[in-house]
T-cell receptor, first 115, second 118 residues
Framework: AQKITQTQPGMFVQEKEAVTLDCTYDTSDQSYGLFWYKQPSSGEMIFLIYQGSYDEQNATEGRYSLNFQKARKSANLVISASQLGDSAMYFCAMNFYSSASKIIFGSGTRLSIRP | AAGVIQSPRHLIKEKRETATLKCYPIPRHDTVYWYQQGPGQDPQFLISFYEKMQSDKGSIPDRFSAQQFSDYHSELNMSSLELGDSALYFC?????????????????FGPGTRLTVL
């Protein structure tokens, strides 16, 4: 079965600190894509970063980086120098070759940044 | 940069009424996906289209139907609305079918349509 697990329902972090959001997945597919999305209280789903299963280098986008450990089936999101505007719900998500690319989401982590 | 456009942004309907949600993908994107996010839930995949043909189907009720038109925009039609249909409905688009593992796999979401059924 294909499953994504985010074990941190909520996190509090001090402004300017780095934060790591955990994500593990379970699949027998060899071809898959990993995503992180940010959902502020306003509701929109903001794409942050993507990593393909065949990508050997960890993806980076500005302050966001994806720590991809294929053997451990983990895809943690690292946010460097957190800002107050980073407070939001963060979803780890995946799609799989065998599922015709529809995205499956984890349960999310609510990140709160303290000033 | 142009993003995915959804209309309307908010919709209030009575039980048993019908609703039509519209999605305009990013220019040149040929694949559209629909997701439903209930209160406090993660988004759930409903249906997708690639080149105007249904590509995949998820947990979409029989009361719902969708299609993709020649200009690649898509519409989600919902009939006999129930209280449980109240949710945030997202449309996402990508270039190509976005087969997993492909570097052009990113799906970009629209702002969502918040449907409230009274």
């Amino acid at each position: 079965a294909q499953k994504i697990t985010q074990t941190q329902p909520g996190m509090f972090v001090q402004e300017k600190e780095a934060v790591t959001l955990d994500c593990t997945y379970d699949t027998s597919d060899q071809s898959y894509g990993l995503f992180w999305y940010k959902q502020p209280s306003s509701g929109e789903m903001i794409f942050l970063i993507y990593q393909g299963s065949y990508d050997e280098q960890n993806a980076t986008e500005g302050r966001y980086s994806l720590n991809f450990q294929k053997a451990r089936k983990s895809a943690n999101l690292v946010i460097s120098a957190s800002q107050l505007g980073d407070s939001a719900m963060y979803f780890c998500a995946m799609n799989f070759y065998s599922s015709a690319s529809k995205i499956i989401f984890g349960s999310g982590t609510r990140l709160s940044i303290r000033p | 940069a142009a993003g995915v456009i959804q209309s309307p942004r908010h919709l209030i309907k009575e039980k048993r009424e019908t609703a039509t949600l519209k999605c305009y993908p990013i220019p040149r994107h040929d694949t559209v996906y629909w997701y439903q996010q209930g209160p406090g839930q993660d988004p759930q995949f409903l249906i997708s289209f690639y080149e105007k043909m249904q590509s995949d189907k998820g947990s979409i009720p029989d009361r719902f139907s969708a299609q993709q038109f020649s200009d690649y925009h898509s519409e989600l039609n919902m009939s006999s609305l129930e209280l449980g249909d109240s949710a945030l409905y997202f449309c996402a688009s990508s270039l190509g079918r976005g087969l997993a593992g492909d570097s052009y796999n990113e799906q970009f979401f629209g702002p969502g349509t918040r449907l409230t059924v009274l």
